[in-house]
C-alpha cells in the first residue's frame, strides 16, 4: 500500500453490459478468483446495470462475498414523477454501497452538468451511500493546457456545499475523457499529476484532513498490465475500470495489482 492509510478501492463500472444471467455468472466468477488477503489489501466494488442489482445483491448475500454493490447513476429526488429514473433509497435499499455520479458519459450523452452531480452526490450522502464523483477533461481541453482548470471547476462545483468530514470520506475518480474505452492510458505520470492537483484542489477548499482521507481513483483504460504502475502513484487510491471490468479474470488481476508490484 501506498505511504498513506486510505485502503485502494477498485470500481468495475459494468456500464450498459451483462443481464442479469450473465451478471451472475460474473460475480460468481469473481468470488471465486478472489481471496481473503485481496480483500484485505484492497476494497473491490462493482457496479452492474439497474436491472441486475437485485439479482448480484441475492449473490453477494447468500455467498457472503466482501464485494460492495456499486450502481452507475441515479436520480437526485426520492421519489415522484420523474419517469424512467431510480432513487437513492431504492438503491440503500438493496445494500448498494457506492454510486458513480458524473460519470463523463453522463455529462457528455445525458447533459448532466456540475449542479445536477452536485445535487445527485448530497442525495446519495443522504441515503447513507458514498458517491463516487467523476471528472475529467476531453482531448481539446488537454492540448489546449485546459486541463486543470476543466477539472478544478468540476471538483468544486460537483463538491459544492459539502462539509470537510463528508468530502474526507467521499471518492473522487478522474477520467480523463480521451482515455476512456479508448484503449489510450494516461502515463502514470500524468495520472499521478492530475490526482495530486485534485488533491491539493480539496486541500485548499476543505482543510488537510479532508485531502488526507479523500480516496482518488483513476479511470481511463485501465488493464492489468498497467494497474500495477499506477497505482504505485502516491495520490492514485483506486482505479475505476470499465471495459476490463466486465471480464471476472481481468478484473481479479486488477485487484490483485499488488502481487504485481516490486
Ligand atoms: P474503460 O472505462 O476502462 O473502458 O476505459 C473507464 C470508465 O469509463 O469508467
Known sequence: MASNDRKPLISGNWKMNHNHFEAIQTIQKLAYALEKDDYEAVDVSVHPPFTDLRSVQTVIQADDIPIALGAQNVHQETSGAFTGEVSPTMLAKLDVSYVIVGHSERRELFG?????????????????????????????ERTAGQAESKVAGQISGSLAGLDAATVGDLVVAYEPIWAIGTGETATPEDAQQMCGHIRSLIESE????????????YGGSVKPGNAPELMAQPDIDGALVGGASLDADDFSRIVKYPLYQA
Do not use: H, S
Open 112 to 140: 448532466e452538468t456540475d449542479e445536477i452531480v452536485n445535487a445527485k452526490a448530497k442525495a446519495v450522502l443522504a441515503a447513507g451511500m458514498t458517491p463516487i464523483v467523476c471528472c475529467g477533461e476531453t482531448l481539446e
Open 206 to 217: 476543505w482543510g488537510a484532513a479532508a485531502a488526507a482521507g479523500v480516496r482518488i481513483q
